[in-house]
């Protein structure tokens, strides 16, 4: 698996406002613009899309108070999937996983969770939040909640992907076993090391996902309403789902590998046999010629009129013996 490069494009900051009235989206230009504005509504969210620029980030941080130690985590795409209190507020890291051309990516999401607001920090614009900019625009229930249940449907949609990754990586995975029963060779081989591969860092994610939305649904943290806990109870059994299909997945590609194994070693038996039996044929064939190529000048078959003739009849009649012996012991059809 790969992360998602860091956009190089000039950093953007996409503020939406809601209530059950009312949705508010713009770009601003500075974070001054979403800490200025006072008018009241359920939720503000500030969506910071491109982590390049530095002194944008370092401002947001800035006014936001954001402990140094965040700062290191944001800008860190190995970070795994985490969740940590800070008093008011809550950091959390999330990963999604994208498939495209059966290439395997990952992109880091990091939420901090206040009272009031949520802020959400992207590398880069993959389109994973617009399932939920399209219902808040459509007026859900979203509209009349809190920013815990904002990040609550910011972190099912990520999950929810995670399945259609895997419904992939079955089809990818159906296919590789058709192509492993009808023509098992080294290319097949390297499709299900690297199938086995993505599996591997699928649930390196997933793991420290459920750990982390674990501690979201367990009323740990009092910045999270009692209410809401329920909600990320759900995405916890999503994610065990996801889990246990991924293990299954696994345990298909190792038995992959297996029969590709035991092809390739009934494939070197088929050829050993064959090898076997030409040589075991020749071998009688191989001794006459020899004694009779010998030049020992008293061998009284070499003066024999007949003697070419019944070499030839020997030799037929031997390998005609050959054959059916191995026929009856059902070497070859």
């Known amino acids: 698996m790969i992360n998602i490069p860091i956009d190089k494009e000039s950093t953007k900051l996409i503020y939406t406002k809601y209530d059950k009235n009312k949705l508010i989206k713009k770009?601003?230009?500075?974070?001054?613009?979403?800490?200025?504005?006072?008018?009241?509504?359920?939720?503000?969210?500030l969506d910071v899309v491109g982590l390049s620029d530095e002194k944008i980030l370092q401002d947001i941080c800035d006014k936001f108070f954001i402990h140094p130690l965040v700062v290191e985590d944001l800008l860190d795409m190995e970070q795994t999937p985490k969740v940590e209190d800070y008093e008011e507020s809550l950091f959390i890291i999330a990963k999604?996983?994208?498939?495209?051309?059966?290439?395997?990516q990952e992109e880091q999401i990091a939420f901090m969770l206040y009272k009031d607001k949520l802020l959400s920090f992207r590398f880069k614009d993959t389109g994973i939040f617009d399932g939920i900019k399209s219902r808040l625009r459509d007026g859900s229930t979203l509209r009349k909640n809190n920013p815990d249940d904002l990040l609550y449907a910011l972190l099912d949609i990520t999950v929810d992907k995670y399945f259609v990754v895997m419904e992939d990586l079955g089809d990818r995975l159906d296919d590789l076993q058709d192509e492993?029963?009808?023509?098992?060779?080294?290319?097949?081989?390297?499709?299900?090391?690297?199938?086995?591969?993505?599996l591997i860092s699928i649930r390196n994610i997933l793991w420290p996902m459920r750990n982390t939305v674990s501690s979201l649904s367990k009323n740990e943290y009092e910045i999270i309403n009692g209410n809401t806990i329920y909600y990320f109870r759900d995405i916890y059994d999503h994610i065990i789902q996801i889990i246990e299909i991924n293990e299954t997945y696994r345990e298909i590609a190792s038995s992959m590998l297996?029969?590709?194994?035991?092809s390739i070693g009934n494939k070197t038996n088929e050829v050993m046999k064959i090898l076997t039996v030409f040589s075991s044929i020749f071998?009688?064939?191989?001794?006459i010629a020899g004694v009779y190529g010998m030049n020992?000048?008293?061998?009284?078959?070499l003066y024999w009129?007949?003697?070419?003739?019944?070499?030839?009849i020997i030799s037929i009649i031997t390998t005609i013996y050959m054959l059916r012996f191995?026929?009856?012991?059902?070497w070859f059809e």
């Open 283 to 287: 071998i009688p064939l191989t001794f």
């Open 96 to 104: 999604n996983i994208i498939l495209e051309d059966d290439l395997l």
């Open 27 to 45: 770009e601003i230009n500075s974070v001054e613009e979403f800490l200025n504005d006072r008018e009241e509504s359920n939720v503000r969210w």
């Open 258 to 262: 297996e029969i590709y194994l035991s």
């Open 305 to 312: 009129k007949y003697s070419y003739p019944s070499f030839w």
């Open 180 to 198: 492993t029963l009808e023509n098992p060779d080294k290319e097949l081989l390297e499709k299900v090391y690297l199938l086995k591969r993505d």
């Open 326 to 330: 191995f026929k009856k012991k059902g």
């Open 296 to 301: 020992f000048r008293y061998m009284p078959e």
